[in-house]
């Protein structure tokens, strides 16, 4: 009887014993679980970003799409972080990497899914000749500022008709509103510029637009939309390109008010 008992408890020790040896922690199943979400969020991203460059026709208008994908990255986590109105579809995207003879500013709604307009846009003195090499948010710099900002009002300034802007990534163009950095039109922004001088006449560090279009350009963008300054620095950074974010991408209004049309 004795034996049979400690028989008994010897099966079920080695039976629990097996049981533990072979269990492991479901950590990996999450974490698996968690990168496809996020692999499948980014690639819902991706072809939404996709469709808007192709319809846009945005390669014909010279703008690169990993430029666009950033602006587009910024644009969604200025909207998750409350920066951005909810009904707010205008990207204005502006390319320093480009030379000031080609037309390198994008007005883009990316819920219609067109580009309103492609026009030159001036960059600052300091920043280079034809294409900006150098950018700061110093004062006095006459330097163009790379990054996100957010538009604001217009106003009558020494420029005539101009719109404010507030630059959005400290250390790099946070100080916009202190140094009176704005859209605004410029004589030296035409045709008869790049023909004189090879290229646009420059800014002290605003982006500055054409006369004849500076209306369209101000009535398009005024009132909290986006606006991205790309250039060739490789110390920018910013935490609106978080691409973490994109995991909740089809939670924003962006998505889903596209996903209706």
Request: with cysteine.
């Amino acid at each position: 009887m004795i034996r049979k008992r400690f028989l008994w408890i010897f099966c079920v020790f080695l039976l629990f014993s097996v049981t533990i040896i072979s269990w492991k922690p479901s950590t990996n199943t999450n974490i698996s679980a968690n990168t496809k979400m996020i692999a499948s969020a980014k690639e819902v991203f991706n072809q939404y970003v996709n469709t808007i460059y192709q319809t846009a026709k945005l390669e014909q208008a010279g703008l690169d799409i990993s430029v666009f994908q950033k602006a587009f990255i910024g644009y969604i986590n200025l909207k998750l972080d409350h920066k951005l109105p909810q009904n707010s579809s205008v990207i204005t995207v502006v390319d320093f990497s480009k030379p000031s003879r080609q037309k390198r500013m994008w007005i883009i709604d990316v819920l219609s899914k067109q580009l309103l307009l492609n026009t030159w846009v001036a960059h600052g003195q300091g920043s280079g000749d034809d294409i900006a090499t150098q950018f700061s948010d110093n004062n006095d710099s006459h330097q163009s500022s790379l990054g996100f900002y957010l538009t604001d009002d217009v106003y009558m300034g020494k420029h005539g008709r101009s719109l404010r802007l507030d630059g959005l990534d400290e250390g790099f163009n946070a100080k916009a509103r202190a140094r009176a950095i704005v859209v605004h039109a410029a004589d030296y922004v035409c045709q008869n510029s790049i023909d004189k001088l090879g290229r646009l006449g420059r800014s002290f560090g605003c982006p500055a637009v054409s006369p004849e279009v500076r209306d369209q350009v101000i009535d398009d963008i005024k009132g909290k939309t986006v606006l991205f300054i790309n250039g060739n620095n490789s110390n920018y950074t910013s935490k609106y390109l978080d691409e973490n974010s994109l995991e909740n991408f089809a939670d924003t209004s962006a998505y889903q008010i596209a996903a209706t049309r």
